[in-house]
Nanobody, 123 residues
Framework: QVQLEESGGGLVQAGGSLRLSCAAS????????VGWFRQAPGKEREFVAA???????SYADSVKGRFTCSRDDTRNTVYLQMNSLKPEDTAIYYC?????????????????WGQGTQVTVSS
């Protein structure tokens, strides 16, 4: 069992930045893929970004070039740096642990989920 806790969400103006953190209850990120997903009101959950066990990253087209996913194994923490935020980025953001980035992208499913953190971008 892995517990995940996101933090770092908040309210920011368009064009601003936020950094989300996802802390794990035990060492797990180096042996699993970690994904970031988001869900806006009335919409389905969607894949945002992920980092594989080897450290390679993958991004949704809508955030490519603006968001950066990184991992600090010494802190059991994964980060999502979000720059140039847009109102359409407003959503609850979740981190999750699963088998592979390919699976994340194909299904938006994972084995373990955090509770989510709200990101609101005002225009």
């Amino acid at each position: 069992q892995v517990q995940l806790e996101e933090s770092g969400g908040g309210l920011v103006q368009a064009g601003g930045s936020l950094r989300l953190s996802c802390a794990a209850s035990r060492r797990t990120f180096s042996s699993n893929a970690v994904g970031w997903f988001r869900q806006a009101p009335g919409k389905e959950r969607e894949f945002v970004a992920a980092i594989s066990r080897s450290g390679s990253t993958s991004y949704a087209d809508s955030v490519k070039g603006r968001f950066t996913c990184s991992r600090d194994d010494t802190r059991n923490t994964v980060y999502l740096q979000m720059n140039s935020l847009k109102p359409e980025d407003t959503a609850i953001y979740y981190c999750a642990v699963g088998y592979s980035v390919t699976y994340f992208r194909a299904t938006s499913q994972a084995d373990y989920w955090g509770q989510g953190t709200q990101v609101t971008v005002s225009s």
